[in-house]
């Protein structure tokens, strides 16, 4: 039982190039979400999916996009990147609203 | 305004020694729930602890219990005996439906956690 994974584990990208992020969970989870993390500020919701063909905004989505079209897979895209988006980006995943989320390993992104 | 206070950046701690770490948070939403995460220097987020806004006891998880009080909006974690292996990052989080505009954002608010380092 993987739980949440993500890929890659880290990548780096000039400035200008678009990449996506992949996160699955077998956990058979309705929701999922992206976080971004910085040093100093805790985590920040980007976009989050309350089920299959359903996206929704977060705290800082401006710069990316996301899209659920499996149940078990949430990718989040970088069309243009941008330093500020350096980063270190977590997924996760949870069976209803009230339930805890569980996170995956995280994928670290450098942009120059 | 912030939503999740942690106001200790970091802490230094005698190993077997108890610990707490404070959180206190700011909503409107009656139906909330808080959660406690550890993130070792690895990087991965580990779920601790939850307290739901309506749970009329404290939560406990082993060596993590919850010391949650509604009035004060506060709800800090509490690790009994400290090991070594618990020197980490801890957040605070809440989920409630106020989030952002428009409302039903199902996402965590995230404090910018504590950093406990365990001294044997």
């Known amino acids: 039982n993987a739980g949440v994974t993500q890929t890659p584990k880290f990548r780096v990208l000039k400035t200008g190039q678009s990449m996506t992020l992949l996160c699955a969970q077998d956990?058979?989870?309705?929701?999922m979400y992206w976080y971004r993390q910085d040093p100093g500020m805790g985590l920040r919701l980007i976009h989050y999916?309350?089920?299959?063909?359903?996206?929704a905004k977060g705290e800082v989505p401006d710069g990316y996009n996301v899209s659920r079209l499996k149940k078990q897979n949430f990718l989040l895209g970088l069309e243009s990147a941008a330093p500020s988006q350096t980063s270190v980006y977590f997924c996760?995943?949870?069976?209803?609203?009230?339930?805890?989320?569980?996170f995956g390993p995280g994928t670290r992104l450098l942009v120059l | 305004a912030q939503k999740i206070t942690q106001t200790q950046p970091g802490m230094f701690v005698q190993e077997k020694e108890a610990v707490t770490l404070d959180c206190t948070y700011d909503?409107?939403?009656?139906?909330?729930?808080l959660f406690w995460y550890k993130q070792p220097s690895s990087g991965e987020m580990i779920f601790l602890i939850y307290q739901g806004s309506y749970d009329q006891q404290n939560a406990t998880e082993g060596r993590y219990s919850l010391n949650f009080q509604k009035a004060r909006k506060s709800a800090n974690l509490v690790i009994s005996a400290s090991q070594l292996g618990d020197s980490a990052m801890y957040f605070c989080a809440m989920r409630d439906r106020t989030l952002y505009s428009g409302g039903g954002a199902d996402g965590l608010t995230f404090g910018k956690g504590t950093h406990l380092i365990i001294q044997p």
């Open positions: 996760a995943s949870s069976k209803t609203l009230r339930e805890t989320q569980y």
């Open positions: 956990m058979n989870h309705e929701y």
């Open positions: 999916s309350v089920g299959e063909g359903t996206t």
């Open positions: 909503t409107s939403d009656p139906s909330y729930g």
